[in-house]
T-cell receptor, first 112, second 115 residues
Framework: QKEVEQNSGPLSVPEGAIASLNCTYSDRGSQSFFWYRQYSGKSPELIMFIYSNGDKEDGRFTAQLNKASQYVSLLIRDSQPSDSATYLCAARYQTGANNLFFGTGTRLTVIP | DVKVTQSSRYLVKRTGEKVFLECVQDMDHENMFWYRQDPGLGLRLIYFSYDVKMKEKGDIPEGYSVSREKKERFSLILESASTNQTSMYLC??????????????FGEGSWLTVV
């Protein structure tokens, strides 16, 4: 069973702080990892992906991957109220057309 | 930009009605998916298709069927709607291939209420 686990939250941070969202995955065959943001009542939208160990930065967002620990995280620097959303982590496996598995999401609230 | 369009955003149907949810993508993607999303349960895959006229069951196919007659169009059918099918339905598409950034792109969602 390929599982992706996230703390459901809610996670609350003050405006301007760093929000840290975490995700673990069960199958070492996972190749790439994706973070989606989903505003209430809207569909998920892709923020960024990572496939190599280490950090990948995109603006205020940094994805971190540690394959040995089977751990992925998303850091949001200088958090804004507009970052308040649910963040979904997904892991892609090598084979098959249906090879993307989602966590249940972490709800983030940024307090002004 | 990838565009996945779900034609019906908000629907209210009666128990026992047949319901069609339509989805069109404009990026020539081979794969298409239907998910439903419920509070606390996350995304659950209903069906997916990797080619025209091909379909595979996902995690929760019971009570649903799908149709893919053209590459760009994937329809979800509720043969006899029931109240436990009240949910948000998300269509998605992706390319085939295992390159690192390959992922799925979602439509805007269809909110279905069955009364």
């Amino acid at each position: 069973q390929k599982e992706v686990e996230q703390n459901s939250g809610p996670l609350s941070v003050p405006e301007g702080a760093i929000a840290s969202l975490n995700c673990t995955y069960s199958d070492r065959g996972s190749q790439s990892f994706f973070w989606y943001r989903q505003y209430s009542g809207k569909s998920p939208e892709l923020i960024m992906f990572i496939y190599s160990n280490g950090d990948k930065e995109d603006g205020r967002f940094t994805a971190q991957l540690n394959k040995a620990s089977q751990y992925v995280s998303l850091l949001i620097r200088d958090s804004q109220p507009s970052d308040s959303a649910t963040y979904l982590c997904a892991a892609r496996y090598q084979t098959g057309a249906n090879n993307l598995f989602f966590g249940t999401g972490t709800r983030l609230t940024v307090i002004p | 930009d990838v565009k996945v369009t779900q034609s019906s955003r908000y629907l209210v149907k009666r128990t026992g009605e047949k319901v069609f949810l339509e989805c069109v993508q404009d990026m020539d993607h081979e794969n298409m998916f239907w998910y439903r999303q419920d509070p606390g349960l996350g995304l659950r895959l209903i069906y997916f298709s990797y080619d025209v006229k091909m379909k595979e069951k996902g995690d929760i196919p019971e009570g649903y069927s799908v149709s893919r007659e053209k590459k760009e169009r994937f329809s979800l059918i509720l043969e006899s709607a029931s109240t436990n099918q009240t949910s948000m339905y998300l269509c998605a598409s992706s390319r085939q291939g295992i390159y690192s950034g390959n992922t799925i792109y979602f439509g805007e969602g269809s909110w279905l209420t069955v009364v």
